[in-house]
C-alpha cells in the first residue's frame, strides 16, 4: 500500500522536474519547482517524518520558492527556447542508467538487501555521522553568514 | 522500498544534471541545482529512515542552507544582468564581460 502511495508522487515528480525544462516561461518552471518541493516534502510525511515535512515545506515552498517567483520569475526579462530536448534526455536516460547499474550491480545493495545494513553496521554509520555533525553545523553555519554578509557587500559595490 | 527511493533520487540527479548540460538559461539551470538538492535530501531521508538511525538534521540544514544560498545568489546576479540588459543566455555572456 504504501508503496503506491510513493508511486503517485514519485511520478509526478519527475514529470513535474521534466516540465521545468520544457516550459518557456521561467514563471511557469518555478511554478513547477515548487510543485517538486511540496511532493518532496509529502514523501518525507510517507516516510514517517513529519517534523522534517513541514520544515521542508516552510523553507522551500515558503521562503525558497516565494523569494525565487518575486525575485527572478514574476518579471518575464528574456525568455527564449533554453533547452535542446534530445540532448536533454539523452543525457537524463545514459546517466540514469550509469547511475542505476553502478549501484545494483555493485555489493552494496546486495548485503543490504541481506543484512538490512546497506554494506556498513548502523552503529559505524552512526558514529562516523556523530563525528561530522560539528562539521556540518559549521558549515551550515558558514553559508548562512555567507549569504548574509554578501548582500551588504554586493550593494557596497553597486551590484544590486 | 529503499530500492524504490534510491531509484528516484537517481532519476531526478540525472534529471538535474542534464537540464544544466542541456539548458543556456541561466535561470533554468540553477533550478536544475535545486532539482539535484532535491534528490540529495531526499536520498539523505531514506538513507537515514532505512538504514542509519541518527539525527539527520544537521544534513538537512546544510542541504537547505546551499538551497537557500543557491537562490539568493541567483537574484543579485539576476538583477545585476536585467539592470545592464544583458540576456539570461548563458552562451553571451562572454560578451557581456568583454565591454
Known amino acids: 500500500m504504501v508503496y503506491a502511495l510513493v508511486l503517485v508522487p514519485a511520478i509526478l515528480m519527475i514529470v513535474g522536474t521534466a516540465l521545468i525544462f520544457v516550459l518557456k516561461d521561467t514563471m511557469h518552471a518555478a511554478v513547477s519547482l515548487a510543485f517538486i518541493f511540496i511532493l518532496n516534502s509529502l514523501i518525507f510525511l510517507m516516510l514517517d517524518q513529519p517534523l522534517l515535512a513541514l520544515i521542508q515545506l516552510f523553507i522551500m515552498v515558503g521562503g525558497v520558492s516565494v523569494y525565487l517567483f518575486v525575485g527572478v520569475a514574476s518579471s518575464s526579462y528574456s525568455n527564449f527556447k533554453h533547452t535542446n530536448y534530445f540532448l536533454f534526455a539523452g543525457i537524463a536516460i545514459v546517466l540514469f542508467a550509469i547511475t542505476a547499474y553502478g549501484a545494483y550491480s555493485s555489493n552494496a545493495f546486495q548485503s543490504y538487501q541481506l543484512t538490512n545494513s546497506f554494506g556498513i553496521s548502523e552503529a559505524s554509520a552512526a558514529f562516523s555521522m556523530s563525528s561530522t555533525i560539528i562539521s556540518l553545523y559549521a558549515i551550515t553555519f558558514m553559508l548562512f553568514i555567507l549569504a548574509l554578509g554578501s548582500l551588504p557587500l554586493l550593494n557596497r559595490l553597486r551590484v544590486t | ?99
Open chain 2, 1 to 99: 522500498m529503499f530500492n524504490y527511493l534510491l531509484l528516484l533520487c537517481f532519476a531526478l540527479f540525472s534529471l538535474g544534471v542534464a537540464g544544466i548540460a542541456s539548458s543556456k538559461h541561466f535561470v533554468i539551470m540553477v533550478l536544475s541545482i535545486e532539482v539535484i538538492l532535491v534528490a540529495s535530501s531526499l536520498a539523505a531521508i531514506s538513507f537515514y529512515s532505512y538504514v542509519v538511525s541518527a539525527s539527520i538534521l544537521p544534513v538537512l540544514f546544510a542541504i537547505w542552507a546551499i538551497a537557500a544560498l543557491d537562490v539568493i545568489g541567483l537574484v543579485v546576479f539576476y538583477r545585476h544582468l536585467a539592470r545592464h540588459k544583458v540576456s539570461l543566455d548563458v552562451t553571451k555572456l562572454t560578451k557581456f564581460g568583454e565591454k
